[in-house]
């Protein structure tokens, strides 16, 4: 269940102007006294979480290919370079045969436990034209298992961001209504109030893991709107893992379930105290009107 720390070699695979805005990046963590990251990445099958880890290290560390199936157990790659350590754990799809794939959430929660979630990647599609039902039932299911708070230390990553969108509308205002859809499906999937979402402040982040993405004039992959797209998934990683949210811990409680277990069993004092209470009452109504009546039940 580990995984060998190496020298992040593929860092040298980046153009120039990405290592310097890496660096930066890292700098400002360890500034901060964070010597090490761990990056959950979660999501769907066939999205693109695998690629997006492929990106982000610089090396095929994960294999991918359209014509085989995910792994069935999460993977953690970890590189370190200049003192500082990045651990990015790519997971299975959380669907299965049009359903919430639970046993992948299970493995999940297994793997991560006594680690802690500086932050997740949850990844989707920018090119697909709806959500439906099962969306919603991922994103609860996600909420079950980790709780609201994961949410906080969210980013929403749309791959596949160097499309096409239809004639009639632009880049911008496609990839706009997608994001906006995704993150009304997350709000009512993890059934946070409004206030506490707005909160939340999720951040959407594209991608584009193809060998065709264009590049800038500093050699960068680029995004249609000119966004050197590696960089500022970092920046927007190093921002949440930052943010005054705290980072989620996994421990034994949550992975034998027992944290709503705890919720409930904190009910339970009160629930018999308005038993008695009510039952206290209905005694006390009988002997009132037995009182009047004069007459026995």
Not at 90 to 97: F, N, R, S, W
Not at 264 to 289: E, N
Request: charged residues 25%.
């Amino acid at each position: 269940m580990g995984s060998i720390v190496r020298e992040w070699v593929g860092f040298q695979q980046f153009p120039a102007a990405t290592q310097e805005k890496l660096i930066e990046f890292f700098t400002k963590l360890k500034q901060k006294d964070m010597n090490s990251l761990t990056v959950v990445v979660m999501g769907k099958g066939g999205v693109g979480k695998s690629s997006t880890v492929n990106s982000l290290i610089g090396e095929q560390v994960v294999r991918v290919s359209p014509f085989q199936a995910e792994g069935l157990r999460p993977v953690m790659v970890s590189r370190t370079m200049g003192g500082f350590t990045i651990n990015i754990i790519d997971t299975p799809g959380l669907v299965e045969a049009g359903y919430v794939n639970h046993q992948a959430l299970e493995l999940i929660k297994g793997f991560l436990v006594n680690r802690t979630i500086d932050v997740l990647l949850y990844v989707d599609r920018v090119d697909v034209y709806r959500v439906d039902e099962l969306d919603k039932q991922v994103v609860q299911a996600i909420t079950q298992t980790f709780g609201k708070e994961i949410w906080c230390k969210t980013l929403l990553v749309l791959t596949h961001a160097q499309f096409s969108p239809p004639d009639d509308l632009s880049y911008e205002t496609f990839s706009s209504k997608r994001s906006d859809s995704l993150l009304k499906t997350i709000r009512a999937g993890s059934k946070m109030g409004k206030q506490q979402f707005q909160d939340s402040a999720i951040e959407v982040v594209y991608a584009e893991n193809s060998g065709r993405c264009s590049k800038n004039d500093k050699e960068e992959k680029a995004l249609p709107n000119g966004e050197a797209w590696i960089p500022n998934l970092v920046k927007a990683i190093t921002e949440v893992a930052t943010n005054q949210k705290k980072a989620i811990h996994v421990d034994k409680k949550m992975v034998d379930g027992s944290y709503s277990d705890d919720k409930g069993k904190k009910l339970i004092p009160l629930i018999i105290a308005a038993q008695y209470f009510i039952v206290k009452m209905i005694q006390g109504a009988i002997k009132s009107d037995i009182k009047i009546s004069g007459k026995p039940l």
